[in-house]
């Protein structure tokens, strides 16, 4: 028989619980906090936010069931399989080994609709009948108009405008599951009006996108927000990737040397990571990466502070490392990871020195990524890319060093809706983006203004 | 635990052979012929495929060994899962059981590579160093290209240049894995060049294509040719389709009333089919059903002649059932299922009356992938929505009657690069195309002058 390269777990085996790394953080995470310094209370979050939710946001329980309903909808993609990247390791005539979780079979082809399917199943047995949220190229769109279908809530998506308009079928795969897609700014919004009289022809940002479905979901009967990343309850539902790849993992006798997934907002890199982070806390030896773009390397260069996740300040302060909230990333072709901040609990790692960050520059990503397709097969998301990348470094690293490391790398979607970026680049067109001191500045400067956490305990 | 709806096979049961339904046919297929009507051998189909292949074309072996170079490939995303479709049940409130084996797993997205990565083994190790193809929307052209890549070949595909301009993304992908992708007709053949001289402006066709893969086959070195569907090998390496499923039914303990696949050139019909047709013909009781589009109605209307597969006629005549060579199906979205005739094979069982036959038009075909969406979540190929209509026929069919009805489909990719069908659908800019008398007349006129095969001994 050929060699085994897959491990496909039987649906029975699916984790019922979500792991909370807040009940193993060495020293406690500081609180989000409101604009006076004071920390934020749950009922402050209550009209954004659905309070079971709010309630997993604050939790410090170590393991949260993960409902029947939501483990149901679930199983329709997963567990998702591990592979081992055999055809890449010998292209890279690498000692290592390198596994990957596939987390791109799933309906919307990404890692995303595992936390948008939870988040729908709590605001609807919470009441609520409709959902409103931003997008940018819309993953995250189409993950939760996903998800809201299959709870019958209704769903309504504002899009970065010059996404909208050049990534046309993302808006239809969200239309086609049946949610509203508006481009935003949008003249229906009070904020989007402001904007439009300033500049009718503006592209739009994500910043705006936020701003606008908050204000839709504060001024709408029966409507919350959901946010697809950054947020604590958002890392927890992800946590389901690293524990399945853990069984994964065991299946095979294995443990891994290091651990990567990229980092745009955190939570799917939170999903590999944190159930093998809790093994480093309590002791065991492993490596744990974030991959950042160089176009954005807020864990590899900026500062810890108090800051938005919002450019209209809508949200609270949170606790993270950032370029600040006016920081508008280049137009890097993965979308997804263009945001000034990372996840609080991803940043806290970041600090307690558990996992390192590394920054890449957009070409490698690609030549990474076409290497992938051409020898796994699979095309990778721009944003996948980046773990690929580094994961690539470390494999070259391990055959330099003549080590056989074991690396395990969130594939954490597919590019089949991002193929202009393989163009861009196979044509040579294709730049990089990287953060210049003078750009590092301009960004410091910025949060110069912005609250400080408390140093570490 | 909440019900169990998929099964996935362990990568260790994997089927490694694959079944030739030849040996089982209660009469024997006509033989394709030469325009002089005499047989063709296998030395005249040895400029355009490899040795290996037309041995297997030609084979009466019931089942055929999977070589082990292919079988490592195809576990990149086999076993695929089988699906039990417990939410469009609901949703139809039928007492059948419905359910489906996802072909949209794989790296390109449909069933094609099963046969496009045995195709690139058997030229490879026949000493071939480079394949030529055509593809009209592009399912093709990419599984061809991410099979080429896998095993070192070079690719050329010729693509439909109407599909080539409106659709990019599909020849991105090609690009992504190495193959080249040309506009066809193209200047650099000499059927391409005549048919722009006389009108630079035509937007293609896939009879066109053909020509031009072929003649770029047999004039250049080391070079071979491969096509997508019709033939006995492309349906042989199909089967694994089905003999997965079967194997999957059997572990739920059930076995189909009815098995349901689409028919374009009919390989993903025949995959999911021949092991099942193989138990009709042993005696056991099970309906074959072939969704064909209601514009290209082959086995339903159309008679059985001896006919080409190209609109040029390079290649010899098959036993099939055929609207004609120079039929243009209407432009529908399911670009895979515009074909002119029909496999051999399944043509033959459907005179033997070993399967049925159901034309289906186009907006019936949306509502059901709509349907199919917001209830099961994945979004379905349009040639896929077929087969699904059918299903949806079935089920409907089973509810009137009160009877608990076992139901199986392929599904046979997904449709995350034909969303343009949907937005015209959800928009209400769809329009039905259905064989008219007039169609049916004007196409019974062409195909009056073909040789006719003899009747059933």
Known sequence: MVERIKVVLDEREIPRQWYNIVADLPKPMPPPIRPDGSPVR????????????????VSTQRWIDIPEPVLEKLLLWRPTPLYRARALEQALTTPAHIYYKHEGVSPAGSHKPNTAVAQAYYNKVFGIRR????????????????????????????????????????????????????????????????????????????????????????????????????????????????????????MLGAYPD???????GGSN????????????????????????????????MAPYVYD???????????????????FVPPPIHAGGLRYHGMAPLVSHLRRLDLIEAVAL????CYEAAVMWARTEGFIPAPETSHAIAAAVREARRAAEEGRERVILLNWS??????????????????????????????SLEAVAQLPKPPPLG
């Not at 606008?212 to 504060?218: M, N, P, R």
């Not at 520059?361 to 490698?364: C, G, I, V």
Request: net charge negative.
């Open 413 to 442: 979607g597919h590019g089949l809706m991002d193929l202009t970026g393989y163009d861009a680049y196979l044509s040579g067109r294709l730049q990089n983006y990287v953060m210049t001191e003078e750009d590092m500045r301009r």
């Open 269 to 300: 890199f939170a999903g590999i990571s944190f159930p093998f982070v809790c093994d480093k806390i309590h002791g065991r030896d492993v490596r744990v990466i974030a991959a950042e773009p160089a176009a954005a390397p807020r864990m590899s």
């Open 42 to 57: 749950p009922e402050d979050l209550a009209p954004v936010f659905p309070m079971n939710i709010i309630e997993q946001e």
């Open 308 to 326: 938005s996740g919002d450019v209209a300040m809508m949200t609270p302060l949170l606790p993270m490392y950032s370029l600040g909230h006016t």
């Open 361 to 364: 520059p957009q070409l490698e």
């Open 131 to 250: 959902l409103t949220t931003e997008t940018g190229a819309g993953q995250w769109g189409s993950a939760l108009a996903f998800a809201c279908r299959l709870f019958g809530l209704q769903c309504r998506v504002y899009m970065v405008r010059i996404s909208f308009d050049q990534k046309p079928f993302r808006k239809m795969m969200m239309q086609t599951w049946g949610a509203e897609c508006l481009p935003s700014p949008n003249p229906g919004t009070k904020t989007g009006r402001a904007i439009l009289e300033k500049d009718p022809n503006t592209p739009g940002s994500l910043g705006i996108a936020i701003s606008e479905a908050i204000e839709d979901c504060v001024t709408s009967e029966n409507t919350r927000y959901s946010l697809g990343s950054v947020l604590n309850h958002v890392c927890l539902h992800q946590t389901i990737i690293g524990l399945e790849a853990k069984k994964q993992m065991e």
């Open 258 to 264: 290091i651990v990567i997934g990229c980092a745009g």
